[in-house]
């Protein structure tokens, strides 16, 4: 690793531009680490939820160390501490680095130098007019708690620009977003946090005038509720950029009674034809009808809740065959459809007939003979599934669980290094430890179960040994939302 040249080490880092620990504890290999890794740090230093930034002071004296002379003089006046430091002191011109600007977290920073509103506000403004004209470009913003018409500084509107990735809310004022309109208008990645239960016209504005839109996220977030429909306006903008937009994650707030949201989905998903990856934690308003309207060729990811078995195996079958993750939620009442087994079973064989690609997957799975018989048929197919989350729909049902260990040892894909168990998959002592007997030879294995009867000191012990051997990569008892949650990591 010491002989790696720049270029190299600089594709490394850039990895673990989201590790901040790594990051930092590599800095202090040699000089040319050190060189290779700041830049890297500092293109988004606001980033890292592990830092408190609160205790960062040496975060605001290399910030305020840019200020002019005279800047610095009017605001020590005002009472505010300012570090004095020399230009030698500083190894790195760190703000020619950088490309993003986090509101909330700079006035964290900001609130270092002064702990009287008046004094933060002064500062705040003068460390934006300093980053409009330190940064070369601006990347990414998220404007949250924002105080200042920013994009009226000098030298704002060429740093603007230039921005790709927003995150806002919606308690901002729409001149704000009128402002940025005039501005941006190839912004490929907006995430909105929505805190309030009608609609904002600035934030409409700004969406009509993308013509790059790639990535658009929605967050619901709010406490009233007295909802005015915030969704129409938005989603209307958003059915004019089917064309463009790759990148749908929704996540509504339900209110009993309210469907505001599903009469804009329900204009809103058919439009949506170069859809890569569509993330909706509702998405019970999807009937047969709607599903068979639902073509999209270039999906790689399903991760939705709430909708039957039956009408997610009619967007399969439409979709172009790229599909790498597919993670239903049922709710329980699907479940226990009368002709949920049957459907369950279709959608499987829909999987392995049309996601050859497919490495994330969760089944809605029964023990019964069918059940397997179509699993295995998936297993032989999909060899690059490295994932697979099976949801037991019956846990009354007879059936056994050895036979499923058999398979998976029997048919699963070399690439398979993660099972995760959900809804009464009580493997016996026995029964686990010959599975894992069996195990070896192939990679390590992850293992995420909802049962708690593996916290038993048997079962403990069993899985320690098998770690110690490296069979076992992780075992955890976790929650059922985790579980579900195919982004979850098991550590």
């Known amino acids: 690793m010491s002989k790696l040249n720049k270029d190299v080490l600089s594709l490394i880092f850039d990895l673990l531009q989201d590790d901040s620990r790594s990051l930092f504890s590599c800095l202090m290999v040699?000089?040319?680490?050190?060189?290779?890794?700041?830049?890297?740090?500092?293109?988004?230093?606001?980033?890292?939820?592990?830092?408190?930034?609160?205790?960062?002071?040496y975060l605001f004296t290399i910030i305020s160390y840019y200020l002019s002379n005279d800047i610095k003089e009017f605001l020590m006046k005002k009472g505010i501490q300012l570090s004095t430091i020399s230009s030698k002191s500083l190894s790195f011109d760190y703000l020619s680095f950088c490309r993003s600007i986090n509101i909330n977290t700079l006035n964290i920073i900001i609130s270092i130098g002064s702990s009287l509103a008046f004094n933060q506000f002064l500062l705040q403004q003068e460390f934006?007019?300093?980053?409009?004209?330190?940064l070369p470009e601006l990347k990414c913003l998220d404007m949250r708690s924002i105080e200042h018409q920013i994009f009226y500084f000098p030298e704002a509107k060429t740093r603007f620009k230039t921005l790709?990735?927003?995150?806002?809310d919606t308690s901002i004022d729409s001149s704000y977003f009128y402002g940025l309109a005039c501005i941006c208008q190839y912004i490929q990645s907006i995430i909105i946090i929505n805190v309030k239960t009608e609609s904002n016209p600035g934030l409409v504005k700004l969406i009509e005038v993308q013509k790059n839109l790639k990535y658009f996220e929605w967050i619901d977030d709010f406490n009233d509720d007295d909802l005015a429909d915030p969704y129409k306006d938005i989603f209307l903008e958003l059915e004019k950029k089917g064309d463009i937009l790759n990148h749908l994650v929704l996540f509504f707030q339900w209110i009993e009674g309210l469907d505001y949201h599903y009469k804009s989905m329900q204009n809103l998903l058919p439009k949506l034809h170069k859809i890569k990856t569509l993330i909706i934690n509702d998405i019970s308003f999807v009937d047969e009808t709607l599903s068979k309207l639902l073509v999209y060729n270039d999906l790689e990811t399903l991760n939705v809740s709430y909708i039957t078995v039956y009408e997610a195996s009619i967007i399969i079958e439409n979709s172009g065959g790229r599909l790498k993750e597919v993670s239903l939620k049922p709710c329980r009442f699907?479940?226990?459809a009368s002709n949920f087994s049957v459907d369950s079973l279709i959608f499987i064989r829909?999987?392995?007939?049309?996601c050859p690609l497919i490495e994330s997957l969760s089944l809605s799975f029964s023990l019964s003979k069918d059940h397997l018989t179509e699993l295995e048929n998936l297993l032989k197919v999909c060899q690059n599934l490295k994932s697979l989350l099976l949801i037991?729909?019956?846990?009354?049902?007879?059936?056994?669980?050895?036979?499923?260990?058999?398979?998976?040892?029997?048919?699963?894909?070399?690439?398979?290094?993660?099972?995760?168990?959900?809804?009464?998959?009580e493997f016996s002592l026995k029964?686990?430890?010959?599975?894992?007997?069996?195990?070896r030879g192939r990679p390590a294995l992850s293992i995420l179960t909802s049962d708690p009867i593996y916290e038993n000191e048997d079962y403990k012990n069993l899985i320690n040994n098998y770690k110690n051997e490296g069979i076992i990569k992780a075992f955890k008892v976790e929650s059922i939302w985790n579980i579900e949650n195919m982004n979850f990591k098991i550590q």
């Open 30 to 57: 040699n000089k040319l680490w050190c060189e290779t890794i700041i830049p890297i740090l500092w293109r988004n230093p606001w980033r890292y939820a592990s830092i408190n930034y609160s205790n960062k002071s």
């Open 128 to 134: 934006y007019i300093l980053f409009m004209r330190k």
């Open 164 to 168: 790709c990735e927003l995150k806002c």
């Open 334 to 336: 699907l479940m226990c």
């Open 350 to 354: 829909k999987i392995y007939e049309n």
């Open 392 to 425: 037991r729909t019956n846990m009354y049902e007879k059936g056994s669980e050895e036979n499923l260990l058999k398979l998976l040892i029997k048919s699963a894909p070399n690439n398979l290094r993660e099972l995760r168990f959900l809804i009464k998959f």
């Open 431 to 439: 029964v686990f430890e010959e599975f894992l007997k069996e195990w």
